[in-house]
């Protein structure tokens, strides 16, 4: 029964910051990587951010510099700070957990709205 709850979505001027915030319960091992994924309209699902339970991060180009993504293990909980928003920034922004033990199994939580106007 894990799940997984985002917070922090909302309505941003372009230039702003918005933190947003994941959740996670349920039987999640230590053994895992967090990460934030978006869709923007008329787009497909990409990769924003993930980091593993041991604090290494990776980025995607277009949010490189901007976006800061951490952690705090002992409460399954995921952040992402983003900041210098931009209109291209605009999705619906995805949490996930990859477990890593047994077999893997992927979490998503049901998504935050992130809109920054121009």
């Known amino acids: 029964q894990v799940r997984l709850v985002e917070s922090g979505g909302g309505l941003v001027q372009a230039g702003g910051y918005l933190r947003l915030s994941c959740a996670g319960s349920g039987s999640i091992s230590s053994i895992n990587t967090m990460g934030w994924y978006r869709q923007g309209p008329g787009s497909q699902r990409e990769l924003v951010a993930t980091?593993?339970?041991?604090?290494?991060?990776n980025y995607a180009d277009s949010v490189k510099g901007r976006f800061t993504i951490s952690r705090d293990n002992a409460k399954n909980t995921v952040f992402l700070q983003m900041n210098s928003l931009k209109p291209e920034d605009t999705a619906v922004y995805y949490c996930n957990v990859r477990d890593w033990l047994g077999v893997g199994r992927d979490y998503w939580g049901q998504g935050t709205q992130v809109t920054v106007s121009s």
């Open positions: 980091i593993t339970s041991g604090g290494s991060t």
